[in-house]
């Protein structure tokens, strides 16, 4: 039996709410543009509900739910559904995680984070709907290489486009958590972007330098939605990060990428997402991580105690090798990055010397997908389905009642 739609006010992006409002409406949108993936979403809020995608195939799958590759039907425009179960959800006490992850998304607006147009719910499941990356995971990209690494240079184009990803989530008060290579997904022009944002944290900004009139970033953006949704445009934000505290003390995240920080149990900052920086340049140039063990216990003893090695076999510039080692520095106040100096402090080291920063999205970058035609599924791994049926009680489904919300802006910069 399919599930009965319960919209309240999905979420949707400034980009759709843009196409409802100009003249011409949908019939302008797919007329002028003849788009295979996701750029535009001609839906208007009170049709939203499964019915309106066929699913053509699936793209992933974790522990309580799936993605896959869907086109919006009487169009011919793909997208990435993201389909997570309730009853798993509540069993596995995962509420908290995806209503945060829906944050974030509703929140967000970079060119190097995934985009989500709506969010939708059913009877017995949640429904993102987000920009398809026809490139696939990163960690899929790097398996292909020689080697299972990058060049060099590659490694810091997309180090590079990761730390403006971190930097924006960092003055919105997320820190993310979750680096890794397999939450990095390519587009089809081989642009990078951070997807999966479950083990992202809220956390407290304890110095004011992103915050004015300590009021967090984050609050003053709902405010002003509400009530100017053009009021972005006018707030102050200043190029360094806040400094986080708080409750963010808990273990989460891939054990070979967690910080010493998050092993210990003690206090984590922003800088945690630094360090997860440092273990994914050392994994695209030397093909594997540091401080990997035969064991768990062995991984988080090297994490706390190792020393940093680099393969002689493997060529790696000095520069290259001091910024891994300062990312990697187990202290955390005293990392790159640490002790409240964010970003800047990162991407003024030499290493990115001859990287101008303003000008990636416009730059080529070292590896473009070969992609036949839009449902070339070549870059995922081929995976089977499986029907489910889940039961979801009237009571439990009151947990999700605010997962519907309307996204006021979300334009891509």
């Not at 997570?84 to 974030?104: G, H, P, Q, Y």
């Not at 768990?296 to 994490?303: E, G, L, P, V, Y």
């Not at 473009?368 to 039961?391: C, E, G, N, T």
Request: net charge neutral; with cysteine; aromatic share 8%.
């Amino acid at each position: 039996m399919a599930d009965v739609e319960q919209m309240t006010s999905p979420i949707m992006s400034p980009a759709v709410e843009k196409a409802g409002g100009e003249q011409g409406g949908t019939e302008q949108i797919l007329g002028k543009a003849n788009v295979s993936f996701s750029q535009a979403f001609p839906v208007k809020d009170d049709q939203l509900g499964p019915h309106l995608f066929k699913k053509l195939k699936l793209v992933g799958r974790g522990g309580v739910g799936k993605v896959y590759l869907v086109l919006l039907k009487d169009t011919e425009l793909l997208y990435a559904m993201k389909v997570l179960s309730k009853e798993d959800m509540i069993a596995r006490n995962k509420v908290a995680r995806v209503m945060t992850e829906r944050e974030i998304f509703a929140t967000t607006n970079h060119p190097f984070i995934i985009t989500m147009f709506a969010s939708f719910q059913t009877t017995k499941k949640l429904h993102f709907i987000m920009e398809y990356a026809a490139g696939g995971e990163f960690f899929r990209v790097l398996q292909k290489q020689p080697g299972q690494r990058l060049s060099e240079d590659a490694a810091r184009f997309y180090a590079a486009e990761v730390i403006l990803a971190l930097e924006y989530l960092h003055h919105l008060g997320f820190v993310y958590r979750d680096l890794k290579p397999e939450n990095v997904l390519m587009r089809e022009n081989g642009h990078i972007a951070l997807t999966d944002f479950d083990l992202s944290k809220q956390a407290t900004a304890v110095a004011p330098v992103v915050v004015q009139q300590q009021t967090s970033l984050l609050k003053m953006l709902k405010a002003s939605f509400r009530k100017d949704r053009h009021a972005l445009d006018n707030l102050d934000i200043v190029a360094s990060e806040p400094v986080m505290a708080g409750d963010c003390n808990s273990f989460v995240g891939t054990e070979e990428y967690i910080a010493p920080e998050v092993v210990q149990g003690t206090s984590q900052t922003a800088s945690v997402d630094w360090w997860t920086l440092g273990i994914l340049i050392y994994e695209m140039i030397f093909g594997t991580t540091p401080f990997k063990g035969a064991s768990q216990d062995a991984t988080f003893a090297s994490i706390l105690k190792g020393v940093i090695n680099f393969p002689a076999d493997v060529s790696c510039s000095k520069e290259g090798k001091d910024i891994i080692k300062r990312l990697l520095t187990k202290d955390s106040t005293k990392r790159l990055g640490g002790a409240g100096q964010g970003s800047s402090e990162i991407i003024k080291h030499k290493w990115f010397a001859k990287l101008d920063f303003a000008l990636l999205r416009n730059l080529e970058p070292p590896i473009r997908p070969v992609i036949h035609d839009p449902l070339d599924m070549s870059q995922y791994k081929a995976l089977k389905d499986d029907k489910d049926d889940m039961i979801v009680t009237k009571e439990d489904a009151g947990v999700f009642s605010e997962f519907d919300v309307r996204k006021e802006r979300g334009e891509l910069l």
